[in-house]
């Protein structure tokens, strides 16, 4: 069986902005748009254009600079939003306009305040109206984690006999299990009449931590587009993190999903998006944390010493990043400590080892950390072999 190709729909720029504090200008979107399409992502979806004349002029500067991603723009149900996402995304070469209506009772009866028959006109009007702009229309049913499937399955059919060429089925609140989830979409590709047509979408937030194992068993089930943002950043606890399901999908052969996503570029794409949206990246981040690669343990330093695959499943090299990390504290072994003095050219032989792995000890025991300017101190120590 050939592997099914994944797009990776990046809302870094619209979802990954709506964390508190942080805030880019036109400039500093269009480079992070530019680096996203050089990463091989296939949809970037670019601002929400109606929320401010800041975000319309983005998503349209954007919209006239990528020439080979897909450039969205994000509207409610609303004849004003869908009109000024269309404008927006004059220029683009390939646009899309994402519209969409909350479907699950909580929604509909306290957000709304309305009731289903009236969200499902809305529905079929919001895609009538965007597809009469662009041919790529997404449609999304907010909350549909919540949502019961029987009617999420109707809204979606609906939609597609208006003219969406994508359903996105968002796990809003990040409340459904990996198991649920991945059978709310096996539910839409067996219920919905025309959904081979369509592409069918993943769109998990991390509330409990599910983001990445929801997608993942979304795609499991049928999804072939994957919603996510750069270090997992988004509302509240976040998104699913791009670089987490890439690596997934790419460690994991058996799922027999890829995407055209470089991943030699995650760990620089990390660092660029961290320093300019200002949002710090955890040290144990998965994939791009600074921990990622990094070993302190005594028994796991050895292990990766003599063999990198003991203790971990990616080579580095792979996700941008040059070298495993030996990090010595007072956890360290002899191996680490040897290891570490032949980077810094000392080849020490077993008697100076002891002598200077005591001093180690020591040091280690006062600092968090020992770095190379105190083991060339301690490398001193190296000749004082008892004869």
Request: proline share 3%; charged share 25%.
């Amino acid at each position: 069986m050939d592997k099914q190709k994944i797009q990776i729909f990046d809302t870094t720029l619209r979802d990954g902005e709506q964390v508190p504090g942080c805030k880019l200008d036109t400039a500093e979107k269009i480079e992070v748009a530019l680096r996203l399409e050089q990463l091989g992502v296939d949809v970037i979806e670019a601002g929400f254009p109606i929320s401010s004349p800041g975000d319309f002029e983005s998503v349209h500067s954007i919209a006239r600079v990528i020439r080979e991603a897909t450039v969205c723009g994000l509207s409610r149900a609303v004849e004003k939003d869908i009109i000024t996402a269309a404008e927006a995304l004059k220029g683009a070469v390939r646009p899309r306009i994402h519209t969409g209506i909350g479907t699950s009772d909580s929604h509909v009866v306290h957000k709304l305040q309305t009731t289903r028959e009236k969200v499902v006109e809305r529905a079929i009007a919001a895609v009538k109206l965007a597809k009469s702009f662009v041919e790529d229309v997404e449609f999304y049913a907010e909350d549909a984690g919540r949502t019961d499937n029987q009617f999420l399955a109707y809204v979606c059919e609906e939609a597609l006999k208006a003219g969406a060429t994508v359903l996105n089925i968002p796990d809003t609140t990040g409340y459904c299990l990996p198991d649920e989830y991945g059978a709310k979409i096996k539910y839409l590709k067996e219920n919905v009449k025309g959904v081979h047509k369509a592409t069918l979408s993943t769109h998990c937030h991390n509330d409990l931590g599910l983001a990445t194992a929801n997608s993942i068993a979304g795609v499991i089930h049928g999804a072939t587009q994957i919603e996510c943002t750069i270090n997992g950043i988004g509302e509240r606890a976040g998104n699913t993190a791009l670089e987490e399901i890439v690596m997934v999908m790419r460690q994991h052969p058996d799922l027999k999903k890829y995407t055209d996503v470089d991943t030699t570029m995650l760990s620089a794409m990390s660092a660029y998006v961290s320093d300019t949206m200002r949002v710090p990246v955890q040290p144990n981040k998965a994939i791009v944390g600074a921990n990622a690669f990094a070993h302190s343990s005594g028994i796991h330093q050895d292990g990766v010493i003599k063999n990198r695959e003991t203790y971990e499943i990616i080579d580095p090299k792979d996700v941008g990043v040059n070298n495993s990390s030996i990090i010595l504290t007072a956890r360290s072994g002899r191996a680490a400590l040897a290891y570490r003095m032949k980077n810094i050219g000392y080849e020490l032989t077993r008697d100076e080892l002891d002598i200077v792995y005591d001093s180690f000890l020591k040091v280690a025991d006062e600092k968090k950390e020992v770095l190379d300017d105190d083991l060339h101190q301690i490398a001193e120590l190296r000749h004082k072999v008892a004869v």
